[in-house]
C-alpha cells in the first residue's frame, strides 16, 4: 500500500493560496450529500467510494490535491491515485475541518 508519512501535507492557507493563483485542483473525496451539505468553492467532488475507477477531473498541468473532512479519506486517496499511477501526492491537512478552522468560508 503506501506509507502515511509520504503524503505530503498543505495547510489551508496554501490550498485557498494555489486555488487562488490557479495552481491548484481541489478533489473533495467526501461522499455526495457530505459535498452537496457543505464544501469549499469550486472543490470538484470525486467521492472515495468511486475513486477505484473514477475519473479524475483534468488538471490542466495544475496539482491534483485531495480533502475530506478531517484528512483520513483525502490520505487514503492519494494511496488510491498512486496505485492507479497518477501523480497525486498531496492533501488538505485536517480537510474541510482545517479549512474552517482557518476562517475560510465554505458553501452550504
Known amino acids: 500500500m503506501f506509507s502515511a508519512f509520504s503524503v505530503k501535507n498543505l495547510s489551508a492557507a496554501q490550498v485557498k493560496s494555489g486555488m487562488e493563483q490557479g495552481q491548484i485542483v481541489l478533489v473533495d473525496v467526501r461522499e455526495a450529500h ?64 482545517a479549512w474552517k478552522a482557518s476562517g475560510l468560508p465554505t458553501i452550504r
Not at 457543505?38 to 495544475?62: C, F, H, M, W
Open 34 to 97: 457530505e459535498h452537496k451539505a457543505e464544501r469549499i468553492k469550486d472543490a470538484v467532488n470525486v467521492p472515495l467510494s468511486e475513486l477505484e475507477t473514477a475519473t479524475l477531473p483534468d488538471a490542466n498541468g495544475k496539482m491534483l490535491v485531495m480533502h475530506c473532512q478531517g484528512g483520513v479519506r483525502s490520505a487514503k486517496a492519494v494511496g488510491i491515485c498512486r496505485k492507479r499511477g497518477l501523480k497525486v501526492d498531496h492533501h488538505l491537512a485536517g480537510g474541510i475541518g
